[in-house]
């Protein structure tokens, strides 16, 4: 999914010159359908699982091991839910 500025997109089909009553009143459908559209939820945190053997710590997202438990994670970036 690409993820794209909503509020900039309004703007721009908000300065189209509509020229006749249909332009208008598509340009306000397609206003209203950006209005409406749903938001995208937050990235789910990953989280990280303790390798027994290794005594190293693993991503939940990417699966890379590390000595540290670090956040986020320096491999693939995911934000780290919070161990307490
Ligand atoms: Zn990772």
Request: with cysteine; aromatic share 8%; net charge neutral.
């Amino acid at each position: 999914m690409r993820v794209i500025d909503a509020e900039e997109l309004f703007n721009r089909v908000g300065q189209i010159k509509p020229k006749n009553k249909q332009q208008y009143e598509d340009i306000g459908m397609f206003m209203n359908m950006i209005t409406n559209s749903n938001t995208v939820e937050r990235r789910h945190k990953g989280h990280w699982i303790r390798c027994d053997i290794l005594q190293e710590f693993k991503c939940s997202e990417c699966r890379m091991c590390f000595k540290n438990k670090s956040n986020p994670c320096p491999n693939c970036g995911t934000e780290m839910e919070s161990d307490e």
